[in-house]
Structures are given as structure tokens and as C-alpha cells.
């Protein structure tokens, strides 16, 4: 069974950065298609960012120029590097793996969550 794994998350200034990581475990090929969602508080979760694994990405208009989504297929493993954050951007970042090969077909999995809140 496929786990995904989140790291990176946690309090940052406005204008500041951070890079978000998911990383999937389980009886993995490969993760096909990949990205990353977020709600904020009292809003309906969206989608960020998402890329496949021969490096296609799509970008919500509201982060495009701001943060950059990167997978290192080697290590089942994805990122969101965020700069300029704007307070707008606190919300709970949801990795999603939208299809992922694995020795018995095709999974698709979330993330647990993982908190990013800007503020100064």
C-alpha cells in the first residue's frame, strides 16, 4: 500500500520561503502524475500545483512567479519550494499522488496534511 509522507511545513514571515516535501513509500514503479492542494480556514481545498514525472507542471494562477513544484522520481519524492509567501498563502498543503504505478496497478493517494502559516 502506498504512504505518502510530508515534511517542511511550519511558520514563516511574509516574503519569506519555504520548501514543502512529499515523499511516497510502498510497492512503487513509479508515481506518474503528482501535486500539491491546500485549504484555508472556512475555504474548500485547491489545487496549488501539480506535475508528471517527465516534468510537465500547471500552476494555480495565485502562486504562478512564487512557487515551484520539482520531483525527484528516483526517490518517489516531490516538492514545493515557495517564495514571496503572502499571508493569503496560510492554508493546510495536501500532497496528492494522483496515480502511482505499483506492482499491482494504479493507486492514487493523499498526504496527511501539513500546516503552513505566514505571518509576522
Known amino acids: 500500500q502506498v504512504r505518502l509522507v510530508e515534511s517542511g511545513g511550519g511558520l514563516v514571515q511574509p516574503g519569506g520561503s519555504l520548501r514543502l516535501s512529499c515523499a511516497a513509500f510502498g510497492s512503487i514503479v513509479t508515481v506518474l502524475d503528482m501535486g500539491w492542494y491546500r485549504q484555508a480556514p472556512g475555504k474548500e481545498r485547491e489545487l496549488v500545483a501539480t506535475?508528471?514525472?517527465?516534468?510537465?507542471?500547471k500552476y494555480t494562477d495565485a502562486v504562478k512567479g512564487r512557487f515551484t513544484i520539482s520531483t525527484d522520481n528516483a526517490k518517489n519524492t516531490w516538492y514545493l519550494q515557495m517564495t514571496s509567501v503572502h499571508p493569503e498563502d496560510t492554508a493546510v498543503y495536501y500532497c496528492?499522488?494522483?496515480?502511482?504505478?505499483?506492482?499491482?496497478?494504479?493507486?492514487?493517494?493523499w498526504g496527511q496534511g501539513i500546516q503552513v502559516t505566514v505571518s509576522s
Open positions: 506535475i508528471t514525472n517527465g516534468g510537465t507542471t
Open positions: 496528492n499522488a494522483a496515480r502511482v504505478l505499483t506492482s499491482t496497478g494504479i493507486d492514487r493517494r
